[in-house]
Structures are given as C-alpha cells and as structure tokens.
C-alpha cells in the first residue's frame, strides 16, 4: 500500500525539509529564490525560531515519505515569543545577518530589518488574540484539504493550552490566502497604518463551519 501523507509534529530532521518549503512560499505564496538569494534567510524569521523556541506548536505535513511538503507553526503568547525571539534566538543568528545601520536598499535588507524588529510582532490592537501562527504549503499540495487539517491541529493544541484566539498577518493583495482563512473561519481585524498586511483572526475553538 502506498504510504500516506499526514499531519504529525515537527522532529528536528525537518528543518531542512521546512525551511525548503517555506523558501518555496515566502513570496506571496511563490517561490521566493529570486528576490532573497540567500535560501536561509526567509526560515530564519518566519520558520525556525518557531521550530526552536516553540517546538510543542509545531506541525508538518509529511508526504508520507518522511518528507515535510507543509508546516504550520506559531506561539501561544505573543508577547512571550518577542521577548525569546529577541534574547534567544537573534544572537543564533545575527553573525551571519547583522543588524543594518543604514535604511534598507534591497528586499533582503528590508527582511533583515524585521528580523532584528521583532517588537513590530507586539500591536494593541492583537491583545485579544494572544497566539498567532504561519503555515505554508508547497503549490501542488494545496486545495487538497491539508491546510485546514493543519489549521484544525493547530487551533486545538491552542484550545487544549486555554489561549482563547489566534491571529495571523497576511499580504492584503494575496486574495488565494484570504479566501483561505475566511472559509476557516478568521475576520478582519482593523489595525491601523498596517502597510501592506491585513490581519485576521478568531477563537480557538471548534466553529461550525
């Protein structure tokens, strides 16, 4: 029989594997190669801290290969993870991403910005939606379901921990990610002066779809 994909925590032999896919999906849902060469630069903000700092809250889509094709990954407290990210995981990496000491010129140098800014995470505004999360799936695996398997896993080891909501930030032009959530069950929530992101949230609870 052949094997089947499925949902399963995180192990550390996936870091390759999920920091291929987040590379793969980290320009609006696109492979991302082309406007940040450096392939680790993307997993560093956006994948591994998770990974390292939240593993328990760490979820892989395995092709039934033993190969990771999604991932969804977050934090049950916000406000806790920015202060880890800033004191536990930037010294991991700042050698071979520096904070700038100019204004941004290039893409890449914008991500290095947030990397080394990650109080921008802390808004009034997402005070009531503690957690949030990021998830990502490589094209060919996507409207096949999975993503809201993933989603469901994740929400309830947020449920089972008594955080009552989630929020994510997401690209306001990738209308494909928008529709994704709103069938998921996440709303709008206003932020002023967000800049090219929108931000949804909702309960951690089961809903009625």
């Known amino acids: 029989m052949r094997p089947q ?96 000491a100019r204004a941004p010129r290039t893409p890449s140098e914008e991500m290095i910005r947030l990397l080394h800014t990650p109080e921008r995470m802390i808004l009034p505004e997402l005070a009531a939606y503690p957690a949030h999360l990021h998830i990502d799936l490589l094209p060919e695996w996507q409207r096949r379901g999975f993503g809201r398997e993933l989603m469901n896993t994740f929400l309830a080891a947020l449920d089972d921990r008594g955080v009552p909501a989630v929020h994510l930030g997401m690209v306001s032009a990738n209308t494909p990610a928008r529709a994704f959530y709103d069938r998921l069950g996440f709303h709008e929530i206003p932020v002023p002066a967000s800049g090219p992101l929108t931000y949804l949230g909702r309960p951690t609870a089961a809903t009625t779809p």
Not at 18 to 33: E, I
Not at 47 to 66: H, I, K, N, S, T
Not at 81 to 94: S, T
Request: proline share 10%; net charge negative; aromatic share 12%.
């Open 5 to 100: 994909p499925r949902i399963r925590p995180y192990q550390l032999t996936d870091q390759a594997g999920v920091a291929a896919v987040c590379v793969r999906t980290a320009h609006d849902g696109g492979d991302s190669r082309d406007l940040y060469p450096d392939e680790e630069l993307m997993p560093s903000i956006f994948a591994e801290p998770y990974c390292r700092l939240e593993p328990d809250l760490a979820f892989v889509l395995d092709d039934g290969f033993g190969r990771p094709v999604g991932y969804i990954v977050g934090t049950a407290n916000t406000q806790e993870f920015v202060k880890d990210f800033r004191e536990r995981w930037l010294p991991r990496v700042a050698r071979r991403y520096p904070e700038p």
